[in-house]
């Protein structure tokens, strides 16, 4: 009876998990920017819906039930926040029903296949809480990866960003039409960007606050000096021109310098990566080879085994971590 319930609700969440994946690559925009295009009517309705058929489409019941009872909460807001600066677009309801989809799922493919099903006793018990509690935290994983690379994206593109700004001020263009031609010339993450920014402007928004809004998604360095050199600017005056070309030559030293330390330090950083993940391979190695042998740990006396477990994983945790530290230089 329990193998059972424990099959069928392996197939729910797969189930789940192919229809929240399939809503969230299908849902091209998010709330706020669909809101933007109707007043800006940059994106025409197709020919033969409705304004109700698409309001029908922004989620499912469930998800939307979801975002409703988390809407207002910190949970939500750091969500929200998060989402944002990864570019995703996900409700809060999906966000969380993918977490709970996904430890659901390891838990369950901890619990048969590495601790060997109902057979396997407190080994599969504890295979399973470990599965739990790694598949809660693996979308958040991903989205701190989306954000690192997207921020990375951007930081890239800001001198070229810069320089086309300086050029178009220069050329007679207000901060307003540079921003557009940012919008329209530049490719991606930086031009999505400053569309927002500059249809925030158009819907009456002040400019400090749509930069500041751009600086909440983007937590740049290099942005916020940018940002705080237009704010002076607009309030003491001054060459705009001038200031936003030497910010540009440092912004470029910057980055530099910090290409010339990653490629100093790319051997602490990658030895971190491969002493930490040794053990792992090695002993899932072992597992599949000779489990026999592996299962030694979880004999009598089981918090014997258990121990040297969790103080190996702690140990090689800190190694690791010390030595990121260590490529970790600040420009």
């Known amino acids: 009876m329990a193998t059972t319930i424990l099959i069928i609700g392996g197939i729910l969440v797969l189930i789940l998990f192919g229809v929240g994946l399939f809503i969230t690559l299908t849902q091209e925009k998010s709330l706020v920017e669909q809101r933007l ?41 750091r969500v929200k926040e998060s989402l944002a600066r990864a570019d995703l677009k996900m409700k809060v309801g999906e966000y969380f029903a993918l977490m ?54 951007f930081s ?56 500041e809004n751009l600086l909440r998604r983007i937590p740049s360095e290099d942005l916020d000096l940018v940002v705080t050199a237009m704010n002076v600017q607009r309030e003491v005056g ?14 470029r030293e910057r ?20 002493l930490a993940l040794m053990p792992v391979f090695i002993s899932g190695i072992l597992w599949l080879l000779n489990r026999a042998y592996m299962m030694q740990f979880f004999l009598e006396p089981k918090m014997c085994g258990i121990g040297i477990l969790t103080c190996g994983a702690i140990m090689i945790m800190i190694g690791f971590f010390v030595m990121n530290k260590i490529a970790d230089i600040q420009v």
């Not at 207000?174 to 557009?180: D, F, K, L, V």
């Not at 910090?258 to 030895?271: D, F, H, M």
Request: aromatic share 10%.
């Open 100 to 153: 709970l989809i996904s430890s659901f799922g390891t838990g369950v493919i901890g619990f048969f296949v590495f601790g060997g099903g109902f057979g396997g006793g407190l080994t599969a018990q504890i295979f399973m809480l470990v599965g739990f509690i790694v598949g809660f935290f693996l979308p958040n994983m991903y989205v701190k990866r989306q954000q690192k690379t997207r921020l990375t994206k």
């Open 255 to 274: 980055i530099r310098i910090k290409g010339e330390i990653k490629t100093l330090t790319a051997q602490v950083v990658y030895s971190g990566r491969f």
């Open 37 to 77: 295009d109707e007043y800006l009517q940059e994106q025409p309705m197709e020919f033969g819906t409705s304004e109700e058929d698409g309001k029908k489409q922004e989620g499912s019941f469930l998800t939307n039930l979801l975002s409703q009872r988390l809407e207002g909460t910190s949970f939500a807001d």
């Open 238 to 251: 001054g060459n705009l021109s001038e200031i936003l070309e030497t910010i540009t030559h440092t912004i």
């Open 156 to 211: 890239d593109q800001l001198p070229d960003m810069l320089t086309l700004m300086v050029n178009g001020i220069r050329a007679g263009y207000s901060t307003m039409q540079a921003i557009e031609s940012i919008s329209k010339e530049m490719p991606p993450p930086i031009s999505g960007e400053f569309r927002r920014v500059y249809q925030e402007m158009q819907l009456g928004i002040p400019m400090e606050a749509s930069l």
